[in-house]
Nanobody, 118 residues
Framework: VQLQASGGGLVQAGDSLRLSCAET????????KGWFRQPPGKEREFVAA????????YYADSVKGRFTISRSGAENTVYLQMSGLRSEDTGVYYC????????????WGQGTLVTVSS
């Protein structure tokens, strides 16, 4: 499993940004894919997840109503649409894959930096 994350950048508070995570191999319907983030000086934390087969989604309380996770089977890609960005959303965002939720991923992407200026 190889996960390639992209889409990070520098934005202003209130802006939107979409992250993408493409998998080079096959994604099975039993997979759970998700996003985690690591704010500067803090531990990595869960952001959102989606069950590949059913599309059921899960969110951290801090991003509910602002972030949306989705998937494209044709592109074998999971997306994280982020709106109403805040300075506390700043961090390195990682995509990950597991077979269960809550996730304890074995496979991680390389991370993409999101910086929100206030």
């Amino acid at each position: 499993v190889q996960l390639q994350a992209s889409g990070g950048g520098l934005v202003q508070a209130g802006d939107s940004l979409r992250l993408s995570c493409a998998e080079t191999g096959r994604t099975y319907s039993s997979s759970v894919k998700g996003w985690f983030r690591q704010p500067p000086g803090k531990e990595r934390e869960f952001v959102a997840a989606i069950r590949w087969g059913t599309g059921r989604t899960y969110y951290a309380d801090s991003v509910k109503g602002r972030f949306t996770i989705s998937r494209s089977g044709a592109e074998n890609t999971v997306y994280l649409q982020m709106s109403g960005l805040r300075s506390e959303d700043t961090g390195v965002y990682y995509c990950a894959q597991d077979v269960r939720y809550p996730m304890n991923p074995k496979y991680w992407g390389q991370g993409t930096l999101v910086t929100v200026s206030s």
